[in-house]
């Protein structure tokens, strides 16, 4: 905890010399700015594209059509920076990779809870007065990883070249099977 506590004091401590901010509209917090293009694109929801009334938005809009993709934003250019729309854009195209890295992260999650769960319920004991935590249950997939890469490294790949004479040993789907 003590170490943990170091490193993020260490961390803050070097906020200002790894963060670059500007100030858009006065306002410094990009989720800020982020939320208020969102805000301001539903809010401006009813308005066409093109407003009769006001032929100088309409220029406004026309000029920067950068991005082709999530148009409903540019309606917030009425009010926003068009800057700050395309930095709400460039977010919004980053939402399925976060997706994609939900499905992984709970089930990397799982094997560390799993194991302790398991190492809870069963008899840990070595000898009288030695019993092993359970939580070190989930040092056992990293040491399988340490152990068996150079044996998957070294053995089998060399054996299964000889048999397949495919420099790799065997194909991508094969390991993946």
């Keep these: 905890?003590?170490?943990?506590?170091?490193?993020?004091?260490?961390?803050?401590?070097?906020?200002?010399?790894?963060?670059?901010?500007?100030?858009?509209?006065?306002?410094?917090?990009?989720?800020?700015?982020?939320?208020?293009?969102?805000l301001e694109a539903v809010k401006n929801r009813r308005k066409?594209?093109?407003?009769?009334?006001?032929?100088?938005?309409?220029?406004?809009?026309l000029a920067h059509h950068n991005s082709k993709q999530f148009r409903f934003l540019d309606r917030?250019?009425?009010?926003?920076?068009?800057?700050?729309?395309?930095?709400?854009?460039?977010?919004?195209?980053?939402?399925?990779?976060?997706?994609?890295?939900?499905?992984?992260a709970i089930v990397f999650a799982q094997s560390p809870t799993f194991f302790t769960k398991q190492g809870a319920t069963m008899d840990r004991t070595i000898s009288p007065g030695l019993v092993v935590p359970a939580a070190t249950f989930q040092s056992f997939i990293s040491i399988s990883v340490v152990v068996f890469?150079?044996?998957?490294?070294?053995l089998f790949v060399p054996m299964a070249r000889s048999f397949t004479q495919n420099p790799s040993g065997i194909t991508m789907l094969q390991r993946i099977g």
């Design 1 to 38: 905890s003590v170490s943990m506590l170091l490193a993020l004091f260490l961390f803050l401590l070097g906020t200002k010399t790894y963060r670059f901010t500007t100030e858009r509209g006065g306002k410094k917090n990009p989720f800020a700015r982020i939320g208020r293009v969102f």
């Design 48 to 61: 066409h594209d093109l407003d009769l009334a006001n032929p100088n938005e309409n220029l406004r809009l």
């Design 76 to 104: 917030a250019a009425v009010s926003c920076e068009l800057a700050e729309v395309e930095e709400a854009k460039a977010v919004l195209r980053l939402a399925p990779i976060w997706m994609a890295c939900l499905g992984y």
């Design 149 to 154: 890469i150079p044996i998957y490294d070294r």
